[in-house]
Nanobody, 124 residues
Framework: QVQLVESGGGLVQAGGSLTLFCAVSGSIFSIDTMGWYRRAPGKQRELVASITSGGSSNYANSVKGRFTISRDNAKHTVYLQMSSLKPEDTAEYCC??????????????????WGKGTQVTVSS
C-alpha cells in the first residue's frame, strides 16, 4: 500500500511564509505527476500547483509568483513553498500523486493517491 503524509501547515500572518511537505511511502514502482490541492470552507477543491517527474510545473493563477512547487524524486517527496500569504489562501491543503505500484504476478497498477491534508490558516 502507498501512503501520502503531509506536514508543515499552521497559522501564519498575512504576508508570511510556510512550506508544506508531502512524503510518499510504500510499494512504489514510479511516481508521475505530483500536485497540491486545496479546499477552503464552502468552496470546491482546486488545484494549486503540480509538477511532473521531469520537473515541469503548473500553477493556479491565484498563486503564481507566490508559491513554488518542487520535488525530490529520490525521497519521493513534494514541497510547496508559499510566500506572501493572503487570508484567501486559508484552506486544507492536500497532496496527490500518480503512483504506479507493483502487484502480485508482476502487474503494474497506476492510480491517483491522496494524503489526508494539512490545514493552512492565514490571519489578516
Amino acid at each position: 500500500q502507498v501512503q501520502l503524509v503531509e506536514s508543515g501547515g499552521g497559522l501564519v500572518q498575512a504576508g508570511g511564509s510556510l512550506t508544506l511537505f508531502c512524503a510518499v511511502s510504500g510499494s512504489i514502482f514510479s511516481i508521475d505527476t505530483m500536485g497540491w490541492y486545496r479546499r477552503a470552507p464552502g468552496k470546491q477543491r482546486e488545484l494549486v500547483a503540480s509538477i511532473t517527474s521531469g520537473g515541469s510545473s503548473n500553477y493556479a493563477n491565484s498563486v503564481k509568483g507566490r508559491f513554488t512547487i518542487s520535488r525530490d524524486n529520490a525521497k519521493h517527496t513534494v514541497y510547496l513553498q508559499m510566500s506572501s500569504l493572503k487570508p484567501e489562501d486559508t484552506a486544507e491543503y492536500c497532496c496527490s500523486a500518480r503512483i504506479t505500484t507493483p502487484q502480485p504476478g508482476g502487474v503494474l497498477v497506476e492510480y491517483d493517491a491522496w494524503g489526508k491534508g494539512t490545514q493552512v490558516t492565514v490571519s489578516s
